[in-house]
């Protein structure tokens, strides 16, 4: 670099420096203390300016910067890492008593020598290890199996309670560890959306958070709201302090227990939880975990029982370990709460696919922190396994799943004489007679046709997001538009006219109006109805609702047919040797285009302008051999579409840059890594508009 350009480069620097200071600092205030000390307007502005000016001086920004936290790191694969120190789990109970004979264990290994313990809250989530090198996150690594876990670094910045730079004094090299768990709140939030967008919902935060760590891309990661709870510090036998030496002296001492770690680990930017109290005996620490044990379902998040540990380092080596646990340390794990409640009726509903799903109605009980009054019964043959009778009283539970579970009968209070739960034979909704197939534990109603629960269903999955995508028709208007007589299969939407929609209402029971459509809502409807004509086929025929054919299936199938004459001309044979299409779903999809009606749809779809073969753009071989990697943020389109678009363009798309990589196609906010790696492989590194223009030639 000569003298002139590092004269001009100064003042970006120094800005660069400064911006990230700021953001760091507002960061800082408004995730630890729920503080803002500026306007959102603003710190956008300044959140702008830093990724700006980053971009325009890829070598000035900090590999930390607060624009990490947006993400836009894609991992194709995650790199298996070994643990510096492995992770070890923990010796863990249900029984109380067990933890009497852990604690007069410890003190009979002890002796004379006075010490504490340390409980706290053992958090529902997904372990991992953040390595921290002179104050900087370097690496985040999932638990995995102890030894080996996942690099999810890239992942791990986003979470906002996760210090990128550390404050204060701080040991020049450890790794803090603790626990990424997904808040109630937040959880539900985003299962209610996948349900929206037609998505399978988590069972539990803990899925939701090691599925959002495992995304490929971390821009995703970042909108999950997912919290790091610190309970380790993982210290070498010798470490030195760095930082700001003001600190060094209170750093030593408190790093004398495991208490006083935690401590100083809060005023090195992690959030610990304030849950954590030191107690001195077993009654101590009985009464902890009786506290938690009722008041666990006040906090934001779920935990599954307490964790006790000696709280002094320094008699951590001479209790040792066993094979693959401390034994300073235990997990005392809640058991599932469990109560017992009169089962009032039992009700069926009808899914889209007509499968019919038994309802226990239940006395309303209070339930870990919510009120439960109703719980799926699975299908007829768990009511049988159960022996469920009319007027029993079912035990239900509630464990780490925020979904409560019958999993019993309460035998004492059945009546004599109780008779067995009648199971329908005709279908609530229509009165079609059920269906039980051959090895198939549920019953379904077969009148696809009439039923409308099922009309609706398919409805409403037809457009979501990932189908179709029909914004402005909620459940409401679908049923409006169903009621009205004027959509009854999805090719009906193709025809709907503006005086249709016009001044549609509709009310409950109540008399309160549900769902209306005025001049603006029909505009939007209809442009989002013509708009969907452009949704590619692999999403129309993800859009049709096959029993068993999901996003990823359908796309398979799209790819592998190419066209829907040849898809509805397959064998079940052919059918099954597509990728993850297994024996008992291809023939599902054989009968369903085996079916009159579905041919009859599929035409009329077809002639209301849906696309039925794979984009004519898929076809172009202008990239045949070409290996691309993708990193950044796109203006034209997201990442997973560009990446699309290289492989209909006959390109192969790969995660990581190596010698076989022609092209790194470089977005905004492309990741520091990636950047070193194919400068230092010579790579060629271009934009998306280099990439657009090199298609056009
Ligand atoms: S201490 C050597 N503290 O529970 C000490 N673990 O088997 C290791 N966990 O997977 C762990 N909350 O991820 C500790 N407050 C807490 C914890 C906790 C949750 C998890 C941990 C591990 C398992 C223990």
Redesign the pocket.
């Known amino acids: 670099m000569d003298l002139f350009s590092q004269i001009d480069i100064e003042p970006a620097r120094k800005r660069i420096d400064e911006l990230t200071r700021l953001i760091d600092q507002y960061n800082y205030e408004y995730y630890m203390n729920d503080r803002s000390l500026v306007s959102d307007f603003e710190f956008d502005k300044l959140l702008r300016e830093l990724t700006d000016l980053e971009r325009q001086y890829p070598e000035l920004a900090h590999p930390n910067s607060p624009t990490k936290r947006v993400g836009g790191e894609v991992n194709k694969t995650f790199r298996q890492v070994t643990h510096r120190f492995p992770m070890?789990?923990?010796g863990?109970t249900y029984s109380i008593e067990e933890i009497v004979d852990f604690e007069a264990r410890t003190r009979k290994l002890l002796g004379d020598i006075p010490f504490s313990y340390s409980c706290?809250?053992?958090?529902d989530g997904v372990?991992i290890g953040l390595t921290y090198r002179h104050g900087q996150l370097v690496q985040a690594v999932t638990?995995g199996n102890g030894a080996v876990g996942d690099d999810i670094t890239s992942n791990a910045r986003t979470i906002p309670t996760i210090p990128l730079k550390l404050r204060g004094c701080y040991p020049d090299d450890f790794e803090a560890r603790g626990?990424v768990v997904y808040p109630f709140d937040a959880f539900e939030a985003f299962n209610r959306q996948r349900e929206a967008d037609g998505d399978e919902p988590f069972a539990n935060p803990r899925n939701a958070a090691s599925g959002s760590l495992k995304l490929q891309d971390s821009a995703e990661c970042a909108k999950r709201k997912l919290q790091f709870c610190m309970?380790?510090m993982m210290l070498p036998s010798h470490w030195e302090a760095a930082g700001d030496p003001a600190g060094t002296t209170e750093l030593q001492q408190s790093a004398a227990t495991h208490s006083g770690r935690l401590q100083a680990a809060t005023r090195m930017g992690f959030k610990v939880q304030p849950y954590i109290k030191e107690c001195k005996d077993i009654d101590e620490i009985r009464a902890f975990i009786d506290y938690w044990d009722s008041e666990r379902w006040n906090l934001p998040f779920a935990i599954d029982g307490i964790?006790i540990k000696v709280n002094q380092v320094s008699l951590w080596d001479q209790l040792g370990l066993t094979a693959k646990s401390?034994r300073w340390?235990i997990?005392y794990k809640f058991k599932a709460q469990q109560v017992s409640t009169p089962l009032l009726s039992v009700s069926f509903q009808v899914g889209r696919t007509g499968v019919i799903t038994p309802v226990a109605n239940m006395q309303p009980v209070w339930l870990g922190g919510t009120t439960v009054k109703r719980a799926t019964l699975v299908n007829a043959d768990f009511i049988e396994k159960m022996d469920i009778r009319e007027g029993d009283s079912l035990l239900v539970e509630k464990g780490g799943e925020i979904i409560p579970k019958v999993v019993g009968v309460d035998l004492q209070k059945r009546q004599p004489g109780a008779r067995p739960i009648a199971y329908i034979t005709h279908c609530p909704e229509c009165g079609a007679r059920l269906v039980r197939a051959e090895g198939e534990a549920g019953h379904y109603c077969p009148n696809q046709d009439d039923c409308p629960p099922q009309i609706i269903g398919r409805l409403e999955h037809f457009v979501s997001r990932k189908a179709m995508n029909i914004d402005n028709l909620g459940s409401e208007r679908l049923e409006m538009l169903y009621q009205k007589g004027l959509v009854r299969d999805v090719a009906d939407l193709y025809s709907l006219s503006r005086e249709q929609l016009v001044g549609l209402e509709s009310y409950d029971s109540d008399g309160l109006r549900r769902a209306s459509i005025q001049d603006k809502g029909a505009d939007n409807i209809l442009a989002a109805i013509a708009q969907s004509r452009e949704v590619p086929f692999e999403r129309v025929l993800f859009a049709l609702g096959i029993r068993y054919v999901g996003e990823v299936g359908a796309k398979k199938l799209a790819r592998y047919f190419k066209h829907i004459d040849s898809l509805m001309a397959a064998s079940i044979e052919e059918l099954a040797t597509v990728e993850d299409v297994g024996e008992k779903t291809a023939a599902f999809i054989y009968d369903y285009f085996h079916d009159e009606r579905h041919q009859r749809l599929i035409e009329r779809l077809r002639q209301a302008g849906l696309k039925f073969t794979l984009s004519d753009l898929h076809i172009t071989h202008q990239l045949d051999g070409k290996t691309f990697v993708v990193s950044g943020v796109f203006s034209r389109f997201s990442r997973d579409e560009i990446k699309a678009h290289i492989e209909q363009h006959g390109g192969k798309v790969s995660g990581s840059i190596s010698g076989k990589t022609d092209y790194v196609l470089a977005g905004e906010k492309m990741g520091p890594e990636k950047l070193k790696k194919a400068e230092k492989l010579g790579v060629p590194i271009i934009s998306e508009e280099d990439y657009l223009r090199m298609l056009e030639s």
Do not use: Q
């Not at 706290?120 to 958090?123: G, M, T, V």
């Open positions: 070890l789990s923990l863990n706290e809250l053992k958090y372990a638990r626990e309970y380790f964790v401390p340390a997990a």
